[in-house]
Structures are given as C-alpha cells and as structure tokens.
Nanobody, 124 residues
Framework: QVQVVESGGGVVQAGGSLRLSCAAS????????MGWFRQAPGKELEFVAA????????NYVDSVKGRFTLSRDNAENTVYLQMNTLKPEDTGVYYC?????????????????WGQGTQVNVSS
C-alpha cells in the first residue's frame, strides 16, 4: 500500500506561480512513476504531467508545456510540480498519483494509488 499526500495549493492571480508537492510513503519510492491530474468544476479528470522512476523521463499535456515543470527528489520521496504563468483555466483540484510501473503514462487508469487532492484557484 502506498500513501500519497498533496500540498501547496492555493489562490493566485493569473500570471503567478505555485509549487505543488506530493509526498509518497509505504513503498520504495523509486518503484513507481508519479503523475498529476486535475479536475475543474463540471469537467472530467485531466492528465497534467508525469515522471518516471528516475526522473529521466517526463510527459506533459500540451496546455502546460513550457509553463509547468515536474521533478522528483527520490531522497525525500517527493515530487514537485512547479506551475508558472498560471491561467484561470488551470483552476481545479490537483491530484497526485503513483503508478507501480516505470513509464509516465497519461491515463488515470494506469495509476494505482491516489491522494486526496489540493485546490488551485487562479483568478483573472
């Protein structure tokens, strides 16, 4: 069993930045790829970014490329999603998930353990 806990959400104006953190415990951290998903009100869950075991491979949805950066610190069992130049359409609940495979997949069905989510609100 893996426990996943997100933090770092909040309210920010458009153009601002936030850094989300995701701490995982309960298994060897380097055994799994990590992903971020988000869900805006009234919309479906959307893939945001994912990172491989080592951090050497990342995957981003097109809408965040060049603005978001996903990294991981395996010594701290934590992944970080640095979000810059935020837009109102980035608003939503952001979920972190762990996948007991290496590749940073975009489908939520590929992920085995999920956090409770952290709210991000970007005002215009």
């Amino acid at each position: 069993q893996v426990q996943v806990v997100e933090s770092g959400g909040g309210v920010v104006q458009a153009g601002g930045s936030l850094r989300l953190s995701c701490a995982a415990s309960g298994n060897t951290f380097t055994n799994y790829a990590m992903g971020w998903f988000r869900q805006a009100p009234g919309k479906e869950l959307e893939f945001v970014a994912a990172i491989s075991w080592s951090g050497g491979s990342t995957n981003y949805v097109d809408s965040v490329k060049g603005r978001f950066t996903l990294s991981r610190d395996n010594a701290e069992n934590t992944v970080y999603l640095q979000m810059n130049t935020l837009k109102p359409e980035d608003t939503g609940v952001y979920y972190c998930a762990a996948r007991l495979r290496n590749w940073p997949r975009a489908s939520p069905y590929e992920y085995d353990f999920w956090g409770q989510g952290t709210q991000v609100n970007v005002s215009s």
